[in-house]
């Protein structure tokens, strides 16, 4: 974790298993040796663009004596954990990787805290916690661009006591969203001109994310991006596909990096 922000300990439910089953075969092999892993999420694109650690999907690991001889014996045993790929990326290391587990992480993948405010109809600022299918709440447009009122059509998931990892997304005016690392929102990177859909954990300071600022849909800066853990996990869909949360825009659907397809699949 050279970051110190806890985001190689990010990944999808499958990897997570499948690290867990050869750190215990790696202790069983090699008394007092742990596995360890140099790489799981990134979240500086220092990768190329298609990469599966922007997904959680992948890490690079060797041993915690840092013995290279052991890499051998040690890329056989990630693949008896069931990795679904494994091949020596580079003399120091094994590069492991996974199908989508897209499924599983549907149902559990993206979501906000419970305290998270969304603004009705009638104006009211109401906790998602509280907030009932059929109601009207603050969303985005994006073919418009305009702020509109959509329906809740469902709850993607809707659990109070679940406890997870969480990205806290603070900007530039003090409004603060927290939200999975595999939910999608729209943002603006200082280098480009247009919006791209990304996932949380690819967010970055200085990147610019849209926020309500006087009844429009307005840019801002972001100033801070953490890992946190946080209990209560509430994802409302909506008519458009989006919502605002804390006064900031979001999609309404996580892992598929697409709000397209996210959409309209």
């Known amino acids: 974790d050279e970051e110190g922000r806890g985001a190689d300990r990010l990944m999808t439910q499958r990897c997570m298993e499948k690290v867990n089953h050869l750190a215990i075969s790696v202790m069983n092999t090699w008394p007092g040796v742990q596995l360890r892993v140099t790489e799981g999420w990134d979240e500086d694109n220092l990768h190329p663009e298609d990469s599966l650690h922007y997904?959680?999907?992948?890490?690079?690991?060797?041993?915690?004596?840092?013995?290279?001889?052991?890499?051998?014996?040690?890329?056989?045993?990630?693949?008896?954990?069931?990795?679904?790929?494994?091949?020596?990326?580079?003399?120091?290391?094994?590069?492991?990787?996974?199908?989508?587990?897209?499924?599983?992480?549907?149902?559990?993948?993206?979501?906000?805290?419970?305290?998270?405010?969304?603004?009705?109809?009638?104006?009211?600022?109401?906790?998602?916690?509280?907030?009932?299918?059929?109601?009207?709440?603050?969303a985005y447009e994006p073919r418009s661009g305009k702020l509109v009122f959509s329906e809740v059509l469902f709850f993607l998931d809707?659990?109070?006591?679940?406890?997870?990892?969480?990205?806290?997304?603070?900007?530039?005016?003090?409004k603060e969203l927290t939200l999975t690392p595999t939910h999608l929102l729209p943002k603006r990177r200082a280098d480009k001109n247009q919006l791209e859909t990304v996932f949380a954990a690819r967010l970055s300071p200085d990147d610019q994310v849209l926020v309500s600022q006087n009844g429009v849909a307005t840019l801002e800066k972001v100033e801070s991006v953490e890992v946190t853990e946080q209990s209560g996990t509430y994802a409302p869909s909506t008519r458009v596909g989006t919502l605002l949360v804390n006064g900031v825009v979001a999609s309404c659907y996580a892992v598929l990096e697409s709000q397209s397809v996210a959409h309209y699949s």
């Open 55 to 138: 997904e959680g999907r992948a890490v690079d690991i060797s041993t915690s004596d840092k013995d290279r001889a052991k890499l051998g014996m040690l890329a056989r045993l990630a693949v008896e954990a069931g990795f679904d790929w494994v091949y020596y990326e580079t003399r120091s290391h094994i590069h492991c990787s996974v199908k989508s587990d897209r499924n599983i992480l549907l149902r559990s993948g993206g979501c906000f805290k419970g305290d998270s405010t969304v603004e009705t109809r009638d104006g009211v600022k109401k906790p998602l916690a509280e907030l009932q299918i059929g109601e009207h709440i603050l």
């Open 158 to 174: 809707r659990n109070p006591n679940a406890t997870s990892t969480f990205m806290k997304i603070r900007t530039s005016s003090g």
